[in-house]
């Protein structure tokens, strides 16, 4: 009996996901023609048209799509296969290709990434910086080996590990605060210039969970779409804004703006990394997790 092979289930998986046939080719690095006839030869084998070529852009058919799913879990478990042997002597060597939020990278990687090169130097770090849903994502489909992320956050099929909980605070403009310090939460409840990030940053979800707030529709409030756009916002007297406790420290913010701590109990948001389950580099993954958390 003659079987599928992972070369042809990679083709399918690109050629869905790119929806064209020469877009495809290039991101498995070959010719149209090598691409379009591993296609055909895999349809052959299963005697079932698998692409609907008369669209445009070109579409999976049912049966294609059914295919689609056992393909990307053979692509996922052939990947754990190569990455068990290769990482039995030296768990934290080699390309491993980590995820990480945009609302942590800024302040965290310029500790972890000197430690790591000190510690690891077998390692080849391969980062890649986006919102919490994509990585999730891209972690599900095989493309990245690991998240770092923020939590409280829904990872169906993976394991979480979580690593720390950090406390928010209250960003002002300068002189703009008069209530007490420590701030109550319940001194919130009114703010009517409260600037969040955009809607897709689970930074947002986080700090109205954390605070108990709700995102009242009439409140005259503003969105970013990066801490940084944040901070300079309250700079500019356009409102106040919680920052996380990596973002806070004075290295990192303006002269003109002042920053406050909540009372207990703190409102916080937690720290952790993220795999798919089963994964065979998972001990690797708690040692680097350690690096993480060095002060």
Not at 50 to 65: C, E, H, K, M, Y
């Amino acid at each position: 009996m003659f079987l599928p092979s992972l070369k042809q289930m990679q083709y399918l998986v690109a050629v869905a996901d790119h929806r064209n046939f020469s877009r495809a080719a290039q991101a498995c690095h070959v010719t149209q023609s090598t691409l379009s006839a591993g296609i055909a030869a895999l349809e052959s084998l299963l005697n079932q048209v698998l692409v609907d070529r008369s669209q445009n852009p070109v579409a999976l058919t049912p049966f294609g799509i059914e295919v689609l799913d056992k393909a990307r879990t053979m692509i996922t478990e052939g990947a754990a296969l190569v990455e068990r042997a290769r990482h039995l002597d030296a768990p934290l060597s080699g390309p491993l290709r980590l995820g990480i939020i945009p609302t942590i990278a800024p302040y965290l990687l310029p500790q972890l990434l000197p430690e790591c090169q000190r510690r690891f130097p077998a390692l080849e770090l391969q980062l890649h910086e986006d919102l919490s849903a994509r990585l999730v994502t891209a972690l599900k489909h095989g493309d990245l080996d690991l998240i770092l992320l923020a939590l409280p956050y829904e990872t169906p099929g993976m394991t979480q590990l979580p690593l720390f909980e950090e406390p928010f605070f209250l960003a002002c403009p300068k002189g703009y605060w008069q209530k007490q310090s420590p701030v109550r939460l319940e001194d919130l409840k009114d703010a009517d210039n409260l600037i969040l990030l955009e809607e897709g940053h689970c930074l947002r979800d986080h700090a109205l969970a954390a605070c108990k707030l709700q995102p009242v529709r009439q409140r005259r409030t503003f969105s970013a779409t990066s801490l940084p756009t944040l901070i300079q916002m309250v700079q500019h007297g356009y409102g106040i804004t919680l920052l996380p406790e990596m973002a806070h420290e004075k290295r990192y913010l303006p002269d003109n703006i002042d920053v406050f701590p909540f009372a207990k109990p703190l409102p916080t948001r937690g720290i952790g990394l993220a795999w798919r389950e089963g994964s065979p580099r998972a001990e690797a993954y708690r040692l680097l997790s350690k690096t993480i958390l060095l002060p």
